[in-house]
């Protein structure tokens, strides 16, 4: 998997939005988000949404958020590069 530059942005977004700054430093690409960590359940989904679409200016439409987007940071920070880059 190739890092998107915008890995870190998104990284500090999730990282702020669930409060788990105790835990950003072993956070990488290929960490599991859904199912991995306690904190991001389904409300926790919809904050970190709303939090991405304010950070990086775009919005996400609800047939956007699948489950493979939320499979890793990696894969989030991907879907973020390719909305923003529209």
Known sequence: MTVTPLFDEVK??????????????????????LGSIPELDSMAVL??????EQRFDFAIQDEDMTGDVFETFGSLADFVAQHKSQ
Request: charged fraction near 20%.
């Open 47 to 52: 904050e970190v949404v709303l939090a991405i």
């Open 12 to 33: 500090d977004v999730v990282v702020t939005t669930l409060g788990i700054q105790d835990r950003a430093s072993g956070l990488e690409p290929s960490t599991p988000l």
